[in-house]
């Protein structure tokens, strides 16, 4: 799986969107980028994922750029309970069923 | 949806004895992970199940672990002769996947805290 760089903390204003990016320039046209979070001593949760289009659930939007190289997983409006440290992982489409998390970003949600 | 159950959340145990967690996977979800996660990293691949077929297993499990899911639906990890490198949080997940290609997340329960005296 291609390797990801995010940044190692970041802090948001609540109320204010909250855009994390992830670098993974060696991705291939078969992976997927999934973001994942984990809120303290919680197990990681599935936020979205997507190929080469934008996508958009309930609970965040993905922008994956035309290269797919980079993306930017964005949390419209950040409340407190989004503090957490969030993963972008590459993963190919199928024949390799592991996820490969890294550190992750550290995201705080200021007051 | 009542989620990925773990059971039980916290262990501790001395060095030497033998722990076995139990997994509950999301109803009708046909693959089963396991994941380790020590402090301040992101969780490790250990292996993985679809229905009670074991299909791929990390280097990082070695043979003092063993994980079965005899009849498709929970799953046990069971580490042997425990060590203090053991001391680590264990996650289970799981996925319904219903073919090659598909793409459906994995869902994470909030796994089992070990602790090694």
């Known amino acids: 799986d291609a390797k990801t760089t995010q940044p190692p903390s970041m802090d948001c204003a609540e109320g204010r969107a909250a855009n994390l990016p992830c670098n993974h320039s060696?991705?291939?046209?078969?992976?997927?980028v999934y973001w994942y979070r984990q809120i303290h001593s919680q197990g990681p949760q599935y936020i979205i994922h997507?190929?080469?289009n934008n996508e958009t659930n309930e609970m965040a939007s993905l922008i994956i750029t035309e290269d797919r190289k980079s993306s930017t997983l964005i949390l419209p409006h950040a409340t407190l309970r989004d503090t957490a440290v969030y993963y972008c992982?590459?993963?190919?489409?199928?024949?390799?069923?592991?996820?490969?998390f890294g550190t992750g970003t550290r995201l705080t949600i200021i007051p | 949806d009542t989620g990925v159950s773990q059971d039980p959340r916290h262990k501790i145990t001395k060095r030497g004895q033998n722990v076995t967690f139990r997994c509950d996977p999301i109803?009708?979800?046909?693959?089963l992970y396991w994941y380790r996660q020590t402090l301040g990293q992101g969780p490790e691949f250990l292996t993985y199940?679809?229905?009670?077929?074991?299909?791929?297993k990390s280097r990082l499990l070695s043979d003092r672990f063993s994980a079965e899911r005899p009849k498709g639906s929970f799953s046990t990890l069971e580490i042997q002769r425990t060590e203090q490198g053991d001391s680590a949080m264990y996650l289970c997940?799981?996925?319904?996947?219903?073919?090659?290609?598909?793409?459906?997340?994995?869902?994470f329960g909030d796994g089992t805290r070990l602790s090694i005296l």
């Open positions: 997507g190929l080469k």
């Open positions: 997940a799981s996925s319904h996947t219903p073919g090659p290609g598909s793409n459906q997340p994995q869902h």
């Open positions: 109803s009708e979800h046909n693959r």
């Open positions: 060696t991705i291939s046209g078969n992976e997927y």
């Open positions: 199940f679809q229905n009670e077929a074991q299909l791929e």
């Open positions: 992982i590459v993963r190919v489409s199928f024949g390799n069923e592991k996820l490969t």
